[in-house]
């Protein structure tokens, strides 16, 4: 198992801001390494995929960064529909194990 | 587009059993990867197990091994979860999840289905 450390567990914002949330893997993932966006009462939503590539459909003001250990999600403009929990998930192993969440709130 | 419609969740007493089922459609079933993923009443997500029809290859997480199986029957584009030896701590949405011809991601989500084990 690669344990992944998500941060922060809740994120209050306005709309309009630019927020980033953080994981580390406890061991280099080659950039395997996953976000999603859940809402409640929803399935989560794959946004991006092998640490950078957006997911089709997705939109741009969404965007991944980071390597090795240490992952970003930024999101640019913060819209109303962007309010919901995001967590990572590396799948370097079979373990896909995911991050412990990040919650996104209206401030 | 791609359907995954999950079936067999249910209301069970601790130490039974159940056999979730995932229907599939609008890709090649037998040429991905398909996985299980739980997430308990206000909590996080996690991955429970996965299998590659291509190797094969199989997993299951720590939590479950010994009482899930995972299978899967290319012929009916169908997974499974055969679940025994059931605890509280296994009430949860159970997603059916496809990720790649790989392993994952997970790029499309069932829409889940609920297993609740109560005395």
Redesign the interface.
């Given at each position: 198992d690669i344990p992944m450390t998500q941060s922060p567990s809740t994120l209050s914002a306005s709309l309009g801001d630019r927020v980033t949330i953080t994981c580390r893997a406890s061991h280099s993932l080659n950039n395997w390494l996953a976000w999603y966006q859940q809402k409640p009462g929803e399935a989560p939503k794959l946004l991006i995929y092998r640490a950078s590539s957006l997911e089709r459909g997705v939109p741009s003001r969404f965007s991944g960064g980071g390597s090795g250990t240490d992952f970003t999600l930024t999101i640019n403009n913060l819209q109303p529909e962007d309010f919901a929990t995001y967590y990572c998930q590396q799948y370097n192993d079979y373990s896909g194990t995911f991050g412990q969440g990040t919650k996104v709130e209206i401030k | 587009e791609v359907q995954l419609v999950e079936s067999g969740g249910g209301l069970v007493q601790p130490g039974g059993s159940l056999r979730l089922s995932c229907s599939a459609s609008g890709f090649t079933f037998s040429s991905y990867t398909m996985?299980w993923?739980r997430q308990a009443p206000e909590k996080?997500?996690?991955?429970v197990s996965?299998l590659r029809t291509r190797g094969p290859?199989t997993?299951v997480?720590?939590s479950v091994k010994g009482r899930f199986t995972i299978s899967r029957d290319d012929s009916k584009s169908t997974l499974y979860l055969q679940m025994s030896g059931l605890r509280l701590d296994d009430t949860a949405i159970y997603?059916c999840v496809r990720?790649d011809v790989s392993?994952?991601?997970?790029?499309y989500?069932?829409?889940?289905t609920l297993v609740t084990v109560t005395s």
């Open positions: - | 996985h993923v996080g997500l996690e991955y996965g290859i997993y997480a720590d997603y990720g392993w994952g991601p997970a790029h989500w069932g829409q889940g």
